[in-house]
């Protein structure tokens, strides 16, 4: 096997630093990490922190490097200790992943991450901007381009540095959409693929960037060889931008675009769940216990879970809306049913994520206060980030709510069929990727129609159990067909 690189913002490991300097490490988080990691050998338990460092360094599979960014001051403490980065070879243990992490400087990271990648790329591809106020497009956004190109350009300088003649290089998502670019002037004689894990805007929104900009991302993802999409929606509409460049041809048959001389090809690879893995963690002990504890805690009632982070696309706040409404317009279930609603705090350093959080929590203390009895619960919402406690969840689930504006993918609706005890009833945004291959056994609803989703909850608590398990187990042969092996290998080999 050849040499494969991998590049990502987020990292397979991370760092915590205590007051007297002691590093500890734990998993990295996201869907990404959790589905790279399968296939690059990086751990996928989000266990407890331990101890960062080992005696000796640990093994790790010498044909693939995983090369992220150090995401707080204790990961860039971490990739100082280490030679030019690299974890494996400075005593951490891995999990048995090579891995560099890169020392990008505090104020490029925030503005490359902050400003640009979650605040513009994210708000475009997502469809989020409130229009009439946002974008706004000045000096200062012109200031933090300047470092997402400066952050591009550090991947691009350490794959170039670190790659083999000839190796493949799978970039990942839009915090690096302009690294292959980058990376095919500095290395030519490398195999480099790029992969978007979110939607993909369509022209007249996307035409909200600069001209220049958005020209500028179009061309850094077209120095790809590949360039891959988890859904045939987000892969056309790709195409449909680069009609927006001078001289690009596409072929819409062929999928491929030609530019200055070179030729892109662009390719869909679903993203599932590995089963027997997921299942394995799923019965260790940890979970057995917070299973135990939810189903003390909720009792003999219908339980409808929901496991999201406190992000924008997300839209926590309407499906809230929509259990209040169904307890308001079918008071029979009053008593009878819970909605544990798992709300990870997400990018917290961003004022819109903290006024999203507060009006999460808003509109639960409303729910709370007014259907809450004395012996009856209506709403449990956690936020601390508990992967067994959500695991146990998902077992127990009767009804899955996953309801996004808009989602790459969505591996929660995967995930929960995945591990349901008895079956439960899926129900599901149309505008999450994963509709295109769950829509025929999932309940379907418009995110925004607050009422159609109340209605809809009623009809998932009314579903008979055995067709929640019908549709269940045909969910879960569609979550399980496009394992994170297949996914990867796919991509592997269209480089080829």
Known sequence: MSQVLVASNRGPVSFSLSEDGELTMRRGGGGLVS?????????????????????????????????????????RTAARRSSDGRLDQAGYDTGGAAVRMLDIPADTFQRAYNAVANSTLWFIHHLLYDT????????????????????????????????????????????????????????????????????????????????????QVLRGILGADHAGFLTERWASAFLDCCELLPGARIDRVARTVTIAGHTTHVGVHGLGVDGPALRQRAARQDVVERAHALRE???????????????????????????????????EWRGRVVHLAFAYPSRYDLAEYREYTASVQQMAEQITEEFGTADWEPLIVQVNDDYPRSLAAYGLADVLLVNPIRDGMNLVAKEGPVLSE??????????????????????????YDVSQTAETLHQALLMPRAERAERCARLTAAATALPPQRWFADQLAALD
């Open 422 to 447: 008895q079956g439960c009833a899926l129900v599901l945004s149309r505008e999450a990727g994963a509709a295109s291959e769950l829509s025929g056994d999932a309940l379907m609803v418009n995110p």
């Open 297 to 331: 805690q909720v009792g003999d009632r219908q339980l409808i879970v929901r496991i999201d982070r406190t992000e924008l696309s997300k839209n926590i706040v309407r499906g809230l809306a929509a259990y209040r409404e169904m307890l308001v317009n079918h008071p």
């Open 35 to 75: 589905g790279l990691a399968a296939v690059t050998g990086a751990p996928r338990d989000p266990g407890p922190p331990r101890p960062a460092a080992t005696s000796t360094p640990s093994a790790h599979r010498p044909d693939v490097l995983w090369v992220c960014a150090s995401l707080g001051e204790a990961d």
């Open 132 to 215: 009439p106020r946002r974008p706004h497009f000045d000096a200062r956004a012109r200031r933090d381009w300047q470092s997402y190109e400066a952050y591009n350009a550090a991947f691009a300088d350490a794959l170039a540095r670190d790659a083999a003649h000839g190796a493949k290089a799978m970039i990942q998502d839009y915090h690096l959409s302009l690294a292959p670019r980058m990376l095919r002037d500095r290395r030519p004689d490398l195999r480099i693929a790029h992969f978007s894990h979110t939607p993909w805007a369509p022209p007249d929104y996307y035409r909200l960037l600069p001209d220049d900009m958005g020209a």
